[in-house]
């Protein structure tokens, strides 16, 4: 039984020494006299380990998995699964908010914001038909200004009460 330190364990695992530290507190590996026995220690990491992490392991340089033929790279199933379900996750999450009404569809934002912007286009073009007359037979600049003023305002208020 041949006794190393928790360093130099860590070190022949390409481990850290606080990853090898985290597994002695967790009680994964135990200590002899503050050493490590490197074939227990591994032994009772496997026994403990999750059943998937085998499948997550990098493949030996001589089973080489054959390269996809198109650009996309192969995606294994733990991967496949997890990248699945965070797309449900934030799916649902869009149609909870869009039901509570903090999301709505960007093609309706459109229509609404060109329905608004022809209806404030077409009140304000109709200023000038309606005002000529009157504003002709006007000297006083001052009256010219505030008629115009209420016109505008007449016409911001029709379009916020439409909107109500």
Known sequence: MTLISQSEFAKRQGWSRQYVAKLVK????????GKVNPDEALKAIQAQAEPSTV???????????????????????????????????????????????????????????YRAGRMLRDALLGIPDRQADI?????????VRRLLEEDLLAVLEQLIQTKK
Do not use: C, N
């Open 26 to 33: 967790s009680g994964k590996i135990r200590l002899h006299k």
């Open 55 to 113: 499948l997550r392991k990098p493949a030996s340089q001589d089973h080489l998995p054959v390269a996809p033929t198109d650009s996309r790279q192969a995606v294994d199933f733990v991967t496949a699964r997890t990248m699945r379900e965070a797309f449900r996750a934030k799916m649902a999450k869009m149609e909870y908010e869009e039901k509570a009404g903090k999301l709505t569809e960007a093609s309706k934002v459109r229509e609404d914001a």
């Open 135 to 143: 504003l002709a037979a006007e000297t006083d600049p001052s009256i």
